[in-house]
């Protein structure tokens, strides 16, 4: 059974740093990994899809990284800002368009 | 286009009553998945459709639980009875032809069930 871990499970730092979330998969067979945003009261958006082949996908100040062999990937936010304050969900598609969430990471930029 | 739409946003109802919860799926997406979200177990996939029919339904925790995909524009997720441990927030999300192998979810904002 697929199981998503995602660390730290919450964090808080200074406006202008940059910050690295860290999530991490059992079964290294997937078809993809996914990193979505959820703010508060509100449903997931979605901010980068990394196909199984690939390493890495960049959006904006957003970079994720993917290890499938290891059962890693990793998503980098540059020069934070208050409006990412959210909580960030690493998910994993295994067969069967099944999508495996970890428990997320909330992130607070204090100004 | 609107998103994905649900309907309602909170429900309050007390144990043993009959809960629906309503869905709309962006327009032209062929694969709609129904998840809980809890504090406890976090989010969890419990039905998904394609092209209105039931794939897996394996998340389903238990006979109260239905869900229907009558057309490409409307699904349910009914609770019947309902019991305390049924609070949650419920989504609803939506993807395109072809599946959720290469295409993102859109997620709905969520119906929030409080059952007392």
């Given at each position: 059974?697929?199981?998503?871990?995602?660390?730290?499970?919450?964090?808080?730092?200074?406006?202008?740093?940059?910050?690295?979330?860290?999530?991490?998969?059992?079964?290294?067979?997937?078809?993809?990994?996914?990193?979505?945003?959820?703010?508060?009261?509100?449903?997931?958006?979605?901010?980068?899809?990394?196909?199984?082949?690939?390493?890495?996908?960049?959006?904006?100040?957003?970079?994720?990284?993917?290890?499938?062999?290891?059962?890693?990937?990793?998503?980098?936010?540059?020069?934070?800002?208050?409006?990412?304050?959210a909580t960030y969900l690493c998910?994993?598609?295994?067969?069967?368009?099944r999508l495996t969430f970890g428990?997320?990471?909330?992130?607070?930029?204090?100004? | 286009?609107?998103?994905?739409?649900?309907?309602?946003?909170?429900?309050?109802?007390?144990?043993?009553?009959?809960?629906?919860?309503?869905?709309?799926?962006?327009?032209?997406?062929?694969?709609?998945?129904?998840?809980?979200?809890?504090?406890?177990?976090?989010?969890?996939?419990?039905?998904?459709?394609?092209?209105?029919?039931?794939?897996?339904?394996?998340?389903?925790?238990?006979?109260?639980?239905?869900?229907?995909?009558?057309?490409?524009?409307?699904?349910?997720?009914?609770?019947?009875?309902?019991?305390?441990?049924?609070?949650?927030?419920?989504?609803?999300?939506?993807?395109?032809?072809?599946?959720?192998?290469?295409?993102?979810?859109?997620?709905?904002?969520?119906?929030?069930?409080?059952?007392?």
């Open positions: 059974k697929q199981e998503v871990t995602q660390i730290p499970a919450a964090l808080s730092v200074p406006e202008g740093e940059n910050l690295v979330l860290n999530c991490s998969f059992t079964d290294s067979a997937i078809y993809n990994l996914q990193w979505f945003r959820q703010d508060p009261g509100k449903g997931l958006t979605s901010l980068l899809l990394i196909q199984s082949s690939q390493r890495e996908q960049t959006s904006g100040r957003l970079n994720a990284s993917l290890d499938k062999s290891s059962g890693r990937s990793t998503l980098y936010i540059a020069a934070s800002q208050p409006g990412d304050s998910a994993v598609e295994t067969s069967g368009s428990e997320g990471t909330q992130l607070t930029v204090n100004p | 286009d609107a998103g994905v739409i649900q309907s309602p946003r909170h429900e309050v109802t007390e144990m043993g009553q009959e809960v629906t919860l309503r869905c709309k799926p962006i327009s032209g997406h062929d694969y709609l998945f129904w998840y809980r979200q809890t504090m406890m177990r976090g989010l969890e996939l419990l039905i998904y459709f394609n092209n209105n029919v039931p794939i897996d339904d394996s998340g389903m925790p238990e006979d109260r639980f239905s869900a229907k995909m009558p057309n490409a524009s409307f699904s349910t997720l009914k609770i019947q009875p309902s019991e305390p441990r049924d609070s949650a927030v419920y989504f609803c999300a939506s993807s395109l032809p072809g599946g959720a192998l290469t295409d993102t979810q859109y997620f709905g904002p969520g119906t929030r069930l409080t059952v007392l």
